[in-house]
């Protein structure tokens, strides 16, 4: 039995994923992008699954320290580059990859730089803001900062970057914008590597002549698409589930007509109904907006919330499920019950699902 709520990794899953990511990435060097420890994965033991991944990505200096401190031998590239110029120390010891998406990160760098003995110089991704109005340097200052980092001491190799806003919008005019706008202005660097696809871009073939793809959440199993297509699932993919959360059967409420479930009366019994209780609500990180009729499987079974989600507690129907008692299992997602499913039902992203998953849930993880 559960204690409680579990979510298990499936290690398998997750190398099978990083083989999808290879498979449409040909020849590209693939960053694997483990930022927000892993999408709420559990930074480590996804690091240590992931051995085929030429790179890996995260947010921040802190992320990048604890996964170095892990016995990490791989390079590691920080996604959001400098926070702060006490970050710089950090970087020039370990020798990160950095981002530079912002003027004041280039003027700090040369800065804290000049004080330091730096044993070898550091890769810098040079991030264009092509349209995705996020960060960046803007196309117009774009080649006079390439050429700014060419010539110092400390730069051994610029890679040039951008990150699109729509490519999981696959007919967006935006992606065409944003690749062209990118193009033009690398195409007077050609002897630094690219790189623009994420998971989208990677699977929807946009951006395709670039060296280098940074895919994230196809690694976790989710399709960045819209679920309401069925042709771009993750089983279109061969993607599987990564996170397998479930929790217990705890009570079970024989209900008549008209009875109220939960808080604010979100459900009345239409009829008589077999209302189960599951150990599981928001503190857990289930999503608190789940509305009636959110699935879930109990033993195998599909069924749905009914009313409110609670801090630890949700309600399902057990009406057609004459055979569910107390200690059940029931699983919240999984291979079975995609998450991109719930995130459909919830209006919350998968990714955001995952990122969600509280620190008291029991995280095991398996092959
Ligand atoms: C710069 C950058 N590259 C790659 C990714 C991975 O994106 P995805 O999880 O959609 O594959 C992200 C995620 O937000 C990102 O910010």
Redesign the pocket.
């Known amino acids: 039995m559960i204690h409680r709520v579990k979510a298990t990794i499936n290690l398998s899953a997750l190398n099978n994923n990083l083989k999808v990511a290879r498979s449409h990435a040909k020849n590209r060097k693939v ?1 694997a ?1 483990i ?1 927000g420890n892993a ?1 709420g994965h559990g930074l480590i033991p996804v690091a240590e699954a992931l051995q085929d991944a030429d790179t890996f ?1 995260v947010t921040d200096v802190d992320e990048a320290d604890l996964l170095a401190a892990s016995g990490n031998t791989k390079p590691i590239l920080i ?1 959001q580059g400098i926070i702060e110029r006490a970050d710089i120390n950090r970087i020039a010891k370990v020798g990160y990859q950095v ?1 530079i998406h912002h003027f004041e990160q280039l003027a700090w760098l040369e800065k804290e730089l000049a004080k330091i003995n730096l044993t070898k110089p550091l890769s810098i991704w040079l ?1 264009m803001n092509s349209g995705m109005g996020r ?1 960046g340097i803007t196309p117009t200052d774009y080649v006079k900062t390439y050429q700014n980092l060419q010539n110092k001491a400390w730069c051994k190799e610029v890679i040039l ?1 951008t ?1 699109l806003a729509n ?2 919008l696959i007919d967006s005019d935006l992606n065409q914008h944003q690749l062209s706008t990118f193009s033009k202005i690398t195409q007077e660097l050609p002897d630094s590597a690219t790189s623009i696809p ?3 871009g ?1 699977l929807a073939g946009i951006g395709d002549n670039t060296d280098w793809v ?6 976790y199993g989710s399709s ?1 698409f819209p679920f309401s297509d069925e042709h771009l699932r993750r089983e279109a993919f061969g993607l599987h589930a990564v996170m397998t959360l479930q929790s217990n059967l705890i009570s079970i409420q024989n209900c008549k007509a008209g009875d109220n479930v939960g808080y604010c009366s979100q459900f009345i019994c239409p009829q008589d109904m077999r209302i189960g209780i599951v150990s599981i609500g928001y503190a857990d990180g289930y999503p608190s907006n789940a509305p009636n009729g959110t699935p879930v499987l109990i033993n195998g079974k599909r069924t749905v919330t009914v009313g409110r989600v609670s801090m630890d507690m949700i309600g399902i129907d057990l009406s057609d499920l004459a055979e569910a008692k107390i200690g059940d299992t029931v699983t919240l997602w999984d291979d079975e019950l995609s998450l991109d499913e719930v995130a459909e039902h919830t209006g919350i992203l998968s ?1 955001n699902l995952t990122c969600s998953i509280a620190q008291r849930v029991e995280k095991a993880y398996s092959n």
């Open positions: 960053v992008v930022k999408y990505g996604l981002v991030k960060l970057m990150h490519a999981n994420a998971s989208s990677l940074r895919p994230g959440i196809m690694l960045p990714y």
